[in-house]
């Protein structure tokens, strides 16, 4: 008597800290628990109870019900559409890879029991009420649960993971189409319509899902991939028009510089005539249009000319020395919004990195060389906060790395596309960034 109950109060506790563990993975994954409120907190504690005490009984009776799987399924979708209000979709993939993932488990355990007790899985497990068996493979499925529970907790998961909602769609069906496969196979192995083959079916099972997991990570880091890419050719983009702009400018200074001996003859003709309001009334239109920039020709290219000019006084500015040792170039291999955001982040991390430096020891130098078909930059700064390397390339050194270092892939993006080389050097407290291009 003693015992029986025993066994019940360890399945319900079983039950419970699995549909706990979900609640908890979806804190973890895409609901934000202190915004829940109060009767929300109470719908999802009543669900906790009522579908763990469902799960108990209906584990008394049976190892795996199918019915019951779907049931807690649909329940729990619906729960969480009520409270949550989300896309339908995502609430849907996230529960079917739970609860697909926990009967998964199950049944590699199971088959884990079934080689070792072999004939006596049928009594032992599959039919019987509270056998330690039985009890200790659903300990054993959720300890796993908790271990990748508590990675996920430990290592941090994106709340706007909903992007991925159709990846998880699919899997979650693909889950419980293996479910429903290996539910059969498990009880006809019970029943005896089936040979008892522990073995072949855990192993079956571990390659099964070992290549579903593999070809789901593949889908996300492509995805992902994509969608840096994507980042990364908009910054550009915005990068150019923004230079773009800024050569307009000049051009139109370049203009004004080339009439001011127009403007002068004006001027002279109102203080002739000693209209000084209307004089003063041309000289702020002027001073309103006329923004002084001083063109300089370094490389003969002009939107990388611009480039190095516009950045020689941002760094001049924040008190830099700024050399530049270039010549004139017959070509470069990148287009106009590539040159901008190469040579934008690449100053720009360089101007950073000086900025950081206490002492006045701060210069950047320049050195850009083209021969034959060969065209070697190279950029030269001081700095002092050490860099941080991650499998051997370095990256953003922001506190808020999620949304910055996309200078940093940009520049390396541009490079491998043109099939050049870029490399980073630290010597002596100077930072040195390599790039070559070839057949130029």
Known sequence: MLQAFTGKVLFLFLSLWEVWMYYQFLYATCIEKTQLLKWQRVVMQISIWSIGIL????????????????FGIIYFILILWLVEKKDFIFLASITIIYFSSVALLDFFFAFLGMCMIEDMFAENIYFSGHQIEKIVIYFCSRSCVACILNGIKKYGAEKSIDRFKYIFLVVGLFFSVLVRGYQVIISDMAMGRRELQGSKSLV??????????????????????QEENNTLVME?????????????????????IHDTKHHFLVVQE???????GNLQKYVTQISDEFQRTVPKVYTGIK?????????RVVAQKAGIRYEIDTMLLTGIPTTE??????????LDNAIEACCLVE???????????????????????TFEIPCIRKQG???????????HGYGIKSMRRIVDKHQGLIAYEEKEKIFITKITFFNV
Do not use: P
Request: aromatic share 10%.
């Open 204 to 225: 079956s099972m571990s390659v099964v899902i070992a290549v579903l997991i593999f070809l789901m990570i593949l889908w996300v880091k492509n995805r992902i991939l």
């Open 337 to 346: 919004q590539e040159t901008c955001a190469l040579f934008g982040n690449l």
């Open 236 to 256: 550009e983009q915005l990068q150019h028009q923004k230079y773009c702009e800024m050569v307009e400018v000049m051009e139109q200074n370049r203009e004004l």
């Open 55 to 70: 799960f108990t009984i209906n584990r008394n009776i049976l190892f795996f019900s199918h019915v019951m799987f779907l």
């Open 303 to 311: 939107i990388l000319d611009f480039i190095l000019e516009q950045k």
């Open 393 to 403: 390339v370095f990256e953003t050194i922001k506190e808020e790395r999620s949304v």
């Open 270 to 276: 109102y203080l002739k005539n000693e209209e000084y």
């Open 359 to 381: 002492t006045e020891e701060k210069w950047i130098e320049i050195q850009i060389n083209q021969s034959n078909q060969l065209l070697s930059i190279e950029v030269l700064n």
